[in-house]
């Protein structure tokens, strides 16, 4: 028996979902903010490898990371942070920012945490790749190649798209 029209648009769109998005990872990330003047900053990492290199404007991320099975969000948040900056993230009171999806599909789920890091202290956590493409040849790449401060208005033009919102719900629960 055939299928109807509307049987196979439906099949045709969930093969287009699953194609696209065939398995929903999920990061957790810990923002670092401070004031300074009055204004809220926040630190963002530029991503690092070949492929964010000449980027600048949605190339800057918060530091997260994939969690591990059955891992807390809170804790992964933690570990990523430090293995991302090369440093533990400061104690003090979380504020939880809940989750966002990204354009990909990936869950981050954000916590924030207030105090102060030097960017020039950044000691990032690196990968491996195969660069060249087809190249055969492996080359390790920092994970985040730099780390800034930024305000809320430039941070807008900074961080890739997927993760303003999150920026967006601290600075307005630091509003509060």
């Not at 401070?34 to 630190?43: H, Q, Y």
Request: glycine share 12%; proline share 7%; no cysteine.
């Amino acid at each position: 028996m055939g299928r109807t029209a509307a049987q196979e648009h439906e099949r045709h769109l969930a093969r287009r979902v699953l194609t696209r998005w065939p398995l929903t990872t999920t990061s957790a990330g810990l923002i670092l903010f401070r004031e300074r003047d009055g204004r809220l900053e926040f630190l963002l990492g530029h991503m690092g490898g070949p492929y964010w290199a000449r980027r600048d404007e949605g190339a800057w991320s918060i530091p997260k990371g994939e969690l591990g099975d059955g891992e807390d969000a809170l804790a992964g948040a933690r570990r990523e942070f430090a293995e991302e900056l090369g440093h533990a993230p400061p104690g003090g009171p979380v504020l939880e920012l809940g989750e966002v999806r990204q354009r990909a599909g990936k869950r981050v789920v954000a916590f924030a945490v207030a105090g102060d890091f030097d960017p020039a202290q950044l000691v990032p956590g690196t990968f491996e790749m195969q660069w060249p493409p087809r190249s055969g040849r492996r080359a390790r790449f920092p994970e985040i190649d730099r780390v800034a401060w930024f305000d809320l208005p430039t941070a807008r033009t900074k961080v890739v798209k997927g993760q303003l919102e999150l920026l967006e719900r601290l600075a307005q629960a630091r509003r509060r």
